[in-house]
């Protein structure tokens, strides 16, 4: 299993990016993904998951209206629309697999131990 993250950056307040998380060695279309994060001198946070065809969202309170997660099934790729950054949102990304196909609960999905792989992360600063 391969994770590898691109699009971090440093943006002004306000401002947005764009994260994708290109996935090889596993059947892509067979999992929900996830977006995690971790900011420096704290846990995992987990951000968001969609299901294995796309159609579900699921996101945490602070950053549901700001972020979209999407992902391209074809091209085994998951990506994170992050837009009105905030300098809380500072922190390593993270794309992770989880070890089953799917989740048993939604409170599931926010645990990073139901998760078997994941990427190296991408760094998003946000500051003026």
């Known amino acids: 299993v391969s994770l590898v993250e691109s699009g971090g950056g440093l943006v002004q307040p306000g401002g947005s990016l764009t994260l994708s998380c290109k996935a090889s060695?596993?059947?892509?279309?067979?999992?929900?993904m996830s977006w995690f994060r971790q900011a420096p001198g704290k846990g995992m946070e987990w951000v968001s998951t969609?299901?294995?065809?796309?159609?579900?969202?699921y996101y945490a309170d602070s950053v549901l209206g700001r972020f979209t997660i999407e992902r391209d099934n074809a091209g085994n790729t998951l990506s994170l629309q992050l837009n009105t950054l905030r300098p809380e949102d500072s922190a390593v990304y993270f794309c992770?697999?989880?070890?089953?196909?799917?989740?048993?609960?939604?409170?599931?999905?926010?645990?990073?131990?139901?998760?078997?792989?994941w990427g190296q992360g991408a760094e998003v600063a946000v500051s003026t």
């Open positions: 969609i299901d294995s065809d796309g159609t579900t969202a």
């Open positions: 992770g697999k989880p070890g089953a196909l799917s989740f048993s609960a939604v409170a599931d999905m926010r645990r990073g131990v139901e998760y078997s792989d």
């Open positions: 060695g596993f059947f892509f279309n067979d999992y929900f």
